[in-house]
């Protein structure tokens, strides 16, 4: 079944540290794809997406994604963590399966961060 | 620029009372437009979405509907609520045709006692 995975319910990192999260998904053809963050109580922001070209993206807030194709993979990096990037973190799809009318998202990422 | 409205912020609702959601995108013309559910510590569900005036995709058989009156008006309703339909409501609007990227309101808190 077509499906966006999030292997890590939530993750603790210290500030400073390097950051790294996973997102695979299971659709046939290259998806669009998106890194989205909420805060407590918020709506979602958009980190950054992919749609075609490099497969290295840069988004807002110092994160980058990579797009690796033979793993179906699309996971999200920050080289140093900030304790404002506590957040929850959803990987989302949108797939030729759908018309590309629907973007369907992962179960998400908690992210603490320690002093 | 486009603007997405989406209210009440929060709201709490006896079980059995009817609901209402309403969210409206501003600065674009025919929008396709989602609800969202995220039940608490759990990512988020397509609960329904529109790509004109009066089409309604539902994605999950429950207890809501939803209706588009008009171009950029997109309203969730039930009515009567379960407990089950507690949780954190998000609408969200993305261009027609455009690049599937989605852009959210800033959700309802709906708690139902």
């Known amino acids: 079944a077509q499906s966006v995975t999030q292997p890590d319910i939530h993750i603790t990192v210290s500030e400073g540290a390097s950051l790294e999260l996973r997102c695979n998904y299971s659709?046939?053809?290259?998806?669009?794809l998106f890194w989205y963050v909420q805060s407590p109580g918020q709506g979602l922001q958009l980190l950054l997406k992919?749609?075609?070209?490099?497969?290295l993206v840069q988004g807002i807030k110092g994160f980058e994604a990579e797009f690796k194709r033979s793993q179906s993979s699309f996971n999200l990096r920050k080289p140093s963590v900030h304790w404002s990037d506590a957040a929850e973190y959803f990987c989302?799809?949108?797939?030729?399966?759908?018309?590309?009318?629907?973007?369907?998202f992962g179960p998400g990422t908690s992210l603490s961060v320690i002093p | 620029s486009q603007t997405i409205h989406q209210w009440p912020a929060t709201l709490v609702q006896p079980v059995g009372s009817p609901l209402s959601l309403e969210c409206t995108v501003e600065g674009t013309s025919n929008p396709n437009l989602y609800w969202y559910r995220q039940a608490a510590g759990r990512g988020l569900q397509l609960l329904f979405y529109?790509?004109?005036?009066?089409?309604i995709s539902s994605e999950v058989p429950q207890n809501l509907s939803a209706s588009r009156p008009q171009d950029r008006q997109f309203i969730l309703s039930s009515k009567k609520l379960l407990l089950s339909d507690s949780g954190f409501y998000l609408c969200?609007?993305?261009?027609?045709?455009?690049?599937?990227?989605?852009?959210f309101g800033q959700g309802t808190r709906l708690t139902v006692v």
């Open positions: 969200a609007w993305m261009p027609l045709g455009g690049l599937p990227e989605a852009f």
């Open positions: 529109s790509v004109g005036i009066g089409q």
């Open positions: 659709y046939g053809a290259t998806p669009y």
């Open positions: 992919y749609f075609s070209g490099d497969t």
């Open positions: 989302a799809v949108g797939a030729p399966e759908t018309s590309y009318d629907k973007v369907i």
